[in-house]
């Protein structure tokens, strides 16, 4: 029933800057956390970022911590990964993923997008 739709990605240099966006329809539950995840070829898909309802908890991936801010805006149903100072390990598809509390969209997530591919060159 949920839907999570990526956008955002494209081809970039080094030191340039991407914010991503997901957006979510057909809503399951009343409150729910957000985060992402990429996978970068030969790799396992690893945790980026995640915020809870309101925003007042965000987590971050210590190789993106400084660089990438996540936020959301609920009357939209959107989540938003802005990428700053962007390097070419960067490179990935990006993921979004939905849960019904933060600790559970880091493991678990109950639903996820179809990913949205960024590319950093050098």
């Known amino acids: 029933q949920v839907q999570l739709v990526e956008s955002g990605g494209g081809l970039v240099q080094a030191g340039d800057s991407l914010r991503l966006s997901c957006a979510a329809s057909?809503?399951?539950?009343?409150?729910?956390?957000m985060g992402w995840f990429r996978q970068a070829p030969g790799k396992e898909r690893e945790f980026v970022s995640a915020?809870?309802?309101?925003?007042?908890?965000?987590y971050y991936a210590d190789s993106v911590k400084g660089r990438f801010t996540i936020s959301r805006d609920n009357a939209k149903n959107t989540v938003y990964l802005q990428m700053n100072s962007l390097k070419p390990e960067d490179t990935a598809v990006y993921y979004c993923?939905?849960?019904?509390?933060?600790?559970?969209?880091?493991?678990?997530?109950?639903?996820w997008g179809q990913g949205t591919q960024v590319t950093v060159s050098s």
């Open positions: 993923a939905e849960a019904r509390n933060i600790l559970q969209v880091r493991t678990t997530p109950d639903y």
């Open positions: 057909g809503r399951t539950f009343s409150t729910y956390a």
């Open positions: 915020i809870s309802w309101f925003g007042g908890t965000t």
